[in-house]
């Protein structure tokens, strides 16, 4: 549980209460896949941007703007000491900002990009940095999943242990089509929304130097629509909430959607309803009947005394337990025992976070509302908090419903 | 991608037997995924030119391999048939996540000529299902090398060294939280603000302690159950306890009520273990590092040409060319007073004003080391001082971040709201700007007009002039003919002049000599004959020119009266009224202007009264210059309102650019680890100052920091401290090398390691007087010890710059030492304290810089309770007196010392640690007075300590001045 916990930063639960209460579809199957993705050191000459800082951006908008041309004059209109700015034009003229003409500094063509940009741009020639690529499309991935602190993309001699740590279901590696495409390399210098894929201002030449395959483990959800469409959702480990690139990627990419599909249909039902049933029978309800619907995801109606400490948690109820083959959805039939579960997961979520609005509330007792198959907003909720003697979560929501919070 | 394995031969497929059944059951279940037959399975495994992702499955239960062989939607397996001419087809299956996984992990790109065959009977003799091919290819695959390593692990001897390191850490932080188990602990019942002097942000806050127990002075404290709170006792009064924090607290923090306690922290062990962390993983700034210190190989020190600002002493220059031409480590050994702080100065201030050298690291173990260096940086290096306000010394804080940053930042706003109030006329001044140029058109049309009625007036002149007119055409046309004659004869007699001077110039072959010589001759007569014309023809046309003038005034009395004359001459006059009064005009225009841009700008001067058609053209071009120009001050008014704004922003916006404009960074090796801002900082440069008393672990810290080093210290002064715990410790490994860990500095260790290029000795000492040097130079340093400054001494108490107290002569109940008092550690020595108690006062009323030094912290409580009476400045006691350990680095005009130790059995406890009295010895400029029982120190238990002591006694005979403890005490009572 600890080793499953430790490759994705969140329960699974969350992820199918994501799919099928925040975007209304019906999961059936939870799967854990490693995407191969090339990690290429790549060298190039690269522009890079930051943000100014105070002191190097008014003494070049004061070269600019001020035609201040000279240490001194900058130094006395900006009271700084002659030292201090000295060494700041040290910088600017070795980052290749500033140049002294004829005894007076003027600004750089870079330097006046800069200024006109209002962002703080360096070459960096020979940079060598190394980029992530989809191993299927060779897209770059966005900027998040170079976080090292919340992703990781084991090498291919690592990701072993991985597999063998993952639990259930086991993470499966998906094989890389092919080798890394070249011509992405020279893509990336018209790639628009560079900010969201963690590219540099400007990158001339590129050139790959080396290309290793690391693997990013993904949750993929498959989930039915309203229309009967069949979806895979994929979730990493950036966030809690479906990625738009990694889905697209597994519902339009033959190799892998091809691969989806036929897990699906390589599933036996008869193998699925024993595990259902052996599910239920190790929580001591051989009673009750577990139902398959339409779309291929089951469900199970259990009652109140299922529920509550030692037992199932009362915030599971309306929520999905992961079987190897198939989702299996734990209902309650008792009202009131959901409306309590309701109030103390709205209590639980105004009172351990900060900064909550009122509009993440109405969203929140929505979803919520919706897992315990409840008619529900704020002000219903407040009205059953205060029913219920509640009396702090009543006072709570009152202030939330006046306004935002700190 | 997959390795490519090409079959030579065609191969054959057949099927097995129960796969036509199984194809019937997959095609309801997956509709159109798989292929119907073999022949289907053919022509799609040969549409794949490339081939197809193969693996082979080991056998199971005693059967036989099988090769995999892997489409985008199913996988084939396949057996090689008994003959071997062939493979089954044993099945075709839709691809599953399973197959993809194993894929993943490994494949060869089998590429093959496909026939099916519908029986084993109908393959072509000759056909082979070549699985050695197969087979080879697969068995290459996995015995592949794994993928290389980006980072190398450290070899064997570094990996030893990095674990003792790590093993140390571990040992001294866990002994140090043994220590701290029943930290000491003062509850609190109320806490409250203050108005306290501060730099930065930190907080300072007053603690009513509940009970009779307060923290001492300058401990570190926090605040039970909340980690982050530490802070240092500043001061205590009656019950209140002003504690300075590490950062900046907001009130509601604290608990209204609640335990101060005793802190150690572990920031230490931390950063000790992440500079052994940096090393491991081979991030070091420094990458000859672990080489250095493990192997002892350097590299070569580089030749330098660079100069000091100021005049260095033949060794200090080896230490500073060193110091820079140095690629890895150096090491500049400095005795007392050898100037090792002005030789770190003089190294630190070439490479801060080398634009191609990196900033530079001043670090040391103490606060006191590192500003001791930076106050003595000249004032054209940018310093910074990273530190913990209460803990930096005095001196130190101008450099502090902190303060710098809101020094700054006030500066910077004071001036440009000056400065601003200055820009507010520039609208004023535009306004003038169209006035100035109309004014200076009028002045151009009254300059026309001038011009105008000037012609005129001379035309009516002339026409008014008659027979003295035609006189003066005839006269000035003669003197223009005369002008053009004179011009013409100049150019002549220069023309010979210079022809003259080339010749005389040159060097004429003997038998040419006379020749030469007579040419010229010709040529001297020919000048003379040119002058003469010339000065002919310039004193007719002086003639013409007088005579010009009389006929111009003959012809002035002749028309004075005639009307026509006379008119114009008044409309010349009115003309020229005009004009000076447009002149004037735009000459106030120009004062306004200027006036109203003075604040900030001087205009171009232009002088008015010039030459009228010279002036208006500089005014045009000033009348053009002056729009752009107050663009560019409104420009800048702009710009200034928003530097105002932007500097007026949170003060630690500044600090990373200060931090990398610094030229040289001052922290202590724990600090050079604690601020974010120098994570990222690439010092080129660390100069640790006072190696001699920092351990390996400690130095680590800003080594790993800097791509070099420089250690400069003193291995035969105070070793590093080491914690009784922690050397038990070491000892008990049994091993010796992490003993020399614990008790030797690097600097120690390296010294005689390193080759001697790399290690500059400093020999001239310039602060003691001789007798006292000359005495520590045979001590410790084998007589290498110069003198180069000559001491005038103050003979007013003693007859010599080094003097020894006896107490011998005393009954021994009044000299011997005790016990500290309340059962602490140490020893206290009430007849030492009583002399060197009255003389600290005698000096400080005098006004003379003194220090008192004593072995034990007990023995220094007690000397400053009895100081105490006498001496109202408990700053003044606090910063003069002390223990060995608090003083290494300072000096001072006059040293006290008492050795403390009399007892029977010659037991001199801690003193035996020699170096010791060498740090305490060296610390004075103009007097050291030593108090002690001679007798005792003589008798002394330990050899090196009795040896010590004999020289002390001999020294101080022949040179010295030795007094006995009751008269001197009777001396020094008179003279109070």
């Known amino acids: 549980m600890a080793d499953r916990k430790r490759v994705m930063p969140y329960p699974k639960e969350r992820i199918l209460e994501d799919a099928a209460f925040s975007r ?14 090339w ?32 240490k001194e004059e900058l130094a006395a209109f900006l009271a700084l000491d002659e030292p201090i700015v000295d060494r700041a034009l040290r910088f600017l003229h070795a980052v290749g900002h500033v140049v002294e003409r004829e005894g007076r500094l003027t600004l750089t063509e870079l330097g006046r990009r800069s200024q006109r940009d209002d962002r703080y741009y360096f070459v960096k020639r020979e940079d060598r940095r190394k980029l992530y690529f989809d191993a299927f499309a060779s897209r770059p991935l966005t900027r998040s999943y170079y976080d090292a602190g919340a992703v990781t993309l084991p090498p291919a001699d690592e990701v072993m242990s991985l597999v063998a740590d993952s639990g259930q279901p086991p993470f499966q590696m998906l094989c890389n089509p092919g080798g890394f495409r070249r011509e992405a ?11 969201r894929y963690n590219l540099p201002v400007r990158i001339e030449q590129p050139e790959s130097l080396q290309e290793d395959l690391v693997y990013l483990p993904l949750y993929v959800v498959r989930a039915v629509d309203r229309r009967g469409a069949v979806r895979y959702l994929a979730y990493s480990q950036a966030g809690a909430e479906a990625d738009p690139e990694f889905t697209e990627l597994c519902e339009k990419t033959p190799g892998i959607r091809e691969v989806l599909d036929i897990a ?69 039939e008792d009202k009131e025992l959901r409306e309590r579960a309701l109030l103390e997961r709205v209590g639980s979520y105004v009172t351990r976070r900060s900064g909550v609005t009122a509009a993440d509330l109405d969203g929140r007792v929505d979803r919520v509302a919706r897992q315990l198959e409840l008619t529900a907003d704020v002000p219903e909720v407040r009205r059953m908090a205060a029913d219920a003697g509640e009396t702090k979560l009543a006072g709570r929501l009152d202030e939330l419903l006046a306004g935002p919070v700190e | 991608m997959y390795p490519p394995v090409a079959l030579p031969a065609p191969v054959a497929l057949v099927p097995g037997r129960p796969l036509a059944a199984r194809l019937v059951q997959h095609a ?34 005693g059967g036989d391999h099988s090769l995999l062989l892997h489409t985008r939607t199913y996988v084939v397996r396949l057996f090689v048939t008994r003959s071997g001419d062939a493979y089954t087809v044993a099945g075709i299956n839709p691809m599953q996540l399973a197959d993809q996984h194993r894929l993943a992990s490994g494949a060869l790109m089998l590429r093959a000529e496909w026939h099916a065959k519908l029986e084993p009977r109908e393959v072509p003799p000759g056909f082979r299902a070549q699985w050695d091919v197969v087979h080879n290819g697969w068995t290459a695959l996995r015995n592949r090398p794994a993928d290389r390593r980006a980072v190398t692990e450290p ?15 571990d040992a001294t932080q866990r002994i140090a939280g043994e220590r701290q188990n029943a930290p000491a602990s003062y509850p609190y019942g109320k806490v409250e603000s203050v108005a306290e002097r501060r730099y930065s942000a930190e907080g300072v806050y007053a603690f009513h302690i509940v009970g009779k127990r307060f923290p001492v002075r300058n401990k570190y404290v926090g605040i039970r159950g909340a980690r982050d709170y530490r802070g240092q006792v500043r001061r205590v009064e009656g019950d209140r306890v002003l504690v300075r924090f590490d950062r900046l607290i907001d009130r509601k923090e604290l608990p209204e009520q609640g335990e101060l306690e005793e802190t150690a922290g572990d920031v230490v062990h931390t950063k000790r273990r992440e500079a052994v962390r940096l090393l491991r993983t081979q991030r070091e700034r420094n990458r000859s590092l672990l080489p250095v210190l493990v192997d002892h190989r350097l590299k070569p020190v580089q030749d330098v040409s660079d100069r000091p600002g100021e005049e260095l002493d033949e060794d200090q220059l080896a230490a500073f060319r060193m110091a820079l031409g140095v690629q890895d480590l150096a090491l500049v050994l400095g005795p007392p007073g050898t100037g090792k702080t002005r030789t770190i100065s003089e190294i630190a201030r070439a490479c801060a004003l080398a634009p191609d050298r990196g900033p530079v690291l001043v670090t040391s173990h103490t606060n006191r080391a590192v500003d001791n260096v930076l106050v003595k940086l000249p004032k054209d290096v940018v310093v910074i001082r990273v530190g913990s306000e209460g803990k930096v010394d005095p001196d130190g804080r101008q450099f502090l971040l902190e303060q710098l940053a809101a020094d700054l930042r006030r500066e910077a706003i004071g001036r440009a709201e000056t400065a601003l109030r200055g820009y507010a006329t520039l609208p004023q001044a535009r306004q003038w700007l169209p006035v100035l140029a109309q004014r200076t058109e009028a002045m151009a049309a009254a300059f026309g007009a001038l011009v105008q009625e000037r012609h005129e007036l001379e035309r009516i002149r002339y026409a008014a002039g008659g027979p003295v007119r035609d006189r003066i055409t005839e006269l000035r046309a003669g003197l223009a003919g005369q002008d053009q004659l004179l011009a013409r004869r100049h150019g002549e007699l220069g023309l010979l002049v210079s022809r003259d001077e080339r010749a005389r110039a040159r060097r004429w072959w003997p038998p040419f000599a006379a020749l030469a010589r007579a040419a010229a001759r010709r040529r001297e007569r020919r000048i003379t004959a040119c002058r003469a014309q010339f000065d002919t023809a310039a004193a007719e046309a002086g003639r013409l020119r007088t005579e010009i003038a009389t006929a111009e005034h003959h012809l002035n009395v002749v028309i004075h009266d005639v009307p026509p004359v006379r008119a114009a001459r008044q409309a010349a006059a009115l003309a020229e009224q005009r004009f000076v009064a447009s002149r004037d005009e735009v000459e106030q225009a120009l004062r306004a202007i200027r006036s109203l841009v003075a604040a900030v700008d001087a205009l171009p001067a232009v002088a008015i009264e010039g030459d009228p058609a010279q002036v208006l053209d500089i005014l045009r071009r000033l009348n053009a210059w002056l729009p752009g120009r107050l663009d560019v001050l409104a420009a800048r008014e702009k710009l200034l309102a928003e530097w105002r704004v932007g500097i007026s922003g949170a003060v630690d916006q500044l600090y990373p650019e200060l931090i990398r404009y610094a030229d040289v960074i001052g922290a202590t090796c724990i600090g050079s680890a604690s601020r974010t801002e120098l994570a990222d900082v690439e010092f080129d440069l660390a100069i640790v100052d006072e190696a001699g008393q920092i351990g390996t672990a400690d130095v680590l810290i800003p080594l790993v920091r800097a791509r070099r080093a420089v250690l400069v210290g003193d291995h035969r002064q105070l070793p590093p401290f080491v914690g009784d715990g922690v050397a038990d410790w070491a000892d008990g490994t049994g091993d010796a090398e992490t003993t020399a860990l614990v008790t030797k500095s690097t600097l120690e260790m390296l010294v005689d390691e390193v080759p001697g290029s790399h290690v500059v000795r400093l020999t001239r000492q310039r602060r003691m007087p001789r007798v006292i040097a000359d005495f520590i130079s045979d001590m410790f340093y084998d007589g290498t010890l110069r003198t180069m400054v000559e001491r005038t001494p103050d003979t007013s108490l003693f007859a010599k710059p080094l ?106 406890g801690f003193l035996d640690e020699l170096r010791r009295a060498n740090v305490a010895f060296t610390r004075a400029k103009q007097q050291l007075v030593l108090v002690g029982d001679m007798d005792m120190l003589l008798r002394a238990t330990d050899t090196r300590f009795r040896e010590l002591a004999t020289s002390l006694r001999d020294h101080v005979r022949d040179t010295g001045d030795v007094r006995k403890y009751a008269e001197f005490m009777t001396d020094l009572e008179g003279l109070r």
């Not at chain 1, 209304?24 to 993705?37: G, K, M, W």
């Open chain 1, 39 to 70: 990690q290429v050191e790549v060298r190039a000459t690269v522009t890079d941007g930051r943000p100014y800082e105070l002191i190097e951006r008014y003494i070049e908008r004061g070269i600019a703007e001020g035609a201040l041309g000279t």
């Open chain 1, 24 to 37: 209304e579809l019906a999961p059936t199957r939870l799967l854990a896949l490693l995407l191969p993705v």
């Open chain 1, 185 to 195: 390399l020279r893509e990336l210098a018209n790639h628009t929304d560079r900010e």
């Open chain 2, 803 to 908: 003097a020894f107290v006896d107490t011998s002569g005393l009954p021994e109940r009044e000299r011997a030492e005790s016990a500290a008092p309340g059962g602490r550690k140490g020893t206290v020595n009430h007849a030492e304290a009583r002399v060197l108690g009255a003389l600290a006062e005698y000096y400080h009323r005098r006004g003379v810089e003194w220090a008192l030094i004593v072995p034990y912290a007990a023995q220094v409580k007690l000397i400053a309770e009895l100081l105490g009476r006498s001496i109202r400045d408990s700053d003044a006691i606090d910063g003069n007196i002390g223990t060995v350990d608090s003083f290494q680095g300072g000096e001072r005009d006059v040293i006290l010392y008492g050795f403390t130790r009399s007892n029977r059995r010659g037991s001199v």
């Open chain 1, 264 to 332: 699906d249909l390589a599933v036996d039902p008869e193998r699925q309803e024993s595990q259902v049933t052996e599910w239920c029978r190790r929580r001591g309800f051989e009673q009750v009947e577990p139902v398959r619907l339409d779309e291929g995801g089951w469900q199970v109606t259990l009652p109140a005394e299922a529920f509550g400490p030692k037992r199932i948690p009362h915030y599971r109820i309306g929520s999905f337990a992961v079987l190897s083959t198939c989702l299996l959805r734990i209902r309650c």
């Open chain 2, 28 to 61: 309801e279940r997956y509709p159109g995924l798989l292929p119907s037959g073999v022949t289907q399975l053919v022509s799609e495994l040969n549409g794949y030119p490339q081939g197809v992702a193969a693996t082979v499955d080991e056998p199971r239960n």
């Open chain 2, 155 to 169: 070899g064997p001897a570094h990996t030893r060294y990095l674990d003792r390191l790590d093993r140390l850490i």
